[in-house]
Nanobody, 124 residues
Framework: QVQLVESGGGLVQAEGSLRLSCAAS????????MGWFRQAPRKEREFLAA????????YYSDSVKGRFTISRDNSKNTVYLQMNSLKPEDTAVYYC?????????????????WGQGNQVTVSS
């Protein structure tokens, strides 16, 4: 059983930056691919970024490509999401997630473990 705890959210002005962290415990972190998702009010949970177990490959949605960067430090059991050039439409609750799968990492359905969510608010 893997537990995930996000941190680093908050309020930021448009064009600002934030870095989200997600600390994992209770499992072998390097055995999981990791993903970041977000959910805005009255919207579906949306895939943002994913990273393979060893960090060799990353995947991004078109909405954040070029602005957000996912990375991981397996020695610290932590995955990060660096968010730059933030826009008001990035306002949402952000979730990290873990999966034993090696394929379909952009699909919400393959992720078995989820964090509690972290609010990010971007003001205009």
């Amino acid at each position: 059983q893997v537990q995930l705890v996000e941190s680093g959210g908050g309020l930021v002005q448009a064009e600002g930056s934030l870095r989200l962290s997600c600390a994992a415990s209770g499992g072998t972190f390097s055995g999981y691919a990791m993903g970041w998702f977000r959910q805005a009010p009255r919207k579906e949970r949306e895939f943002l970024a994913a990273i393979t177990r060893g960090g060799e490959r990353t995947y991004y949605s078109d909405s954040v490509k070029g602005r957000f960067t996912i990375s991981r430090d397996n020695s610290k059991n932590t995955v990060y999401l660096q968010m730059n050039s933030l826009k008001p439409e990035d306002t949402a609750v952000y979730y990290c997630a873990a999966t034993e799968a090696m394929l379909w990492l952009t699909s919400r359905s393959v992720y078995r473990y989820w964090g509690q969510g972290n609010q990010v608010t971007v003001s205009s």
